[in-house]
Nanobody, 120 residues
């Protein structure tokens, strides 16, 4: 099985920064997509940022709401994904979930979720 172990999260003031990290272990193929989703209370889970390993390199995609403020990175290790959250806003408050999808497979994997709270 695949396991996703998250670290980070917590309380941060608006305008500040916060970093999240997730490590994937288990039967993880070399080609995969890792990233982050978030879920606000009373709302559906939504994509934040994902990074996909392709034969020509890594590609990243960001939600419009975080583009320019968040940075996803997998440079350190192919099974490690980090999210640098800058200039955070109160509306960034949510439970953030690490995400993994192996190329060619429909199954997705999720971390346990970590709470990020941005105070005004």
């Amino acid at each position: 099985q695949v396991q996703l172990v998250e670290s980070g999260g917590g309380l941060v003031q608006a305008g500040g920064s916060l970093g999240l990290s997730c490590v994937a272990s288990g039967s993880v193929a070399s080609r995969n997509t890792m990233g982050w989703y978030r879920q606000e209370e009373g709302k559906e889970r939504e994509l934040v940022a994902i990074n996909t390993i392709t034969p020509r390199g890594n590609t990243s995609h960001y939600a419009d709401s975080v583009k320019g403020r968040y940075t996803i990175s997998r440079a350190q290790d192919e099974n490690l994904v980090e999210l640098e959250m800058n200039t955070v806003k109160p509306e960034d408050t949510a439970v953030y979930y690490c995400y993994l999808k192996v190329a060619g497979r429909r199954e997705t994997y999720w971390g346990q979720g970590t709470q990020v709270t941005v105070s005004s």
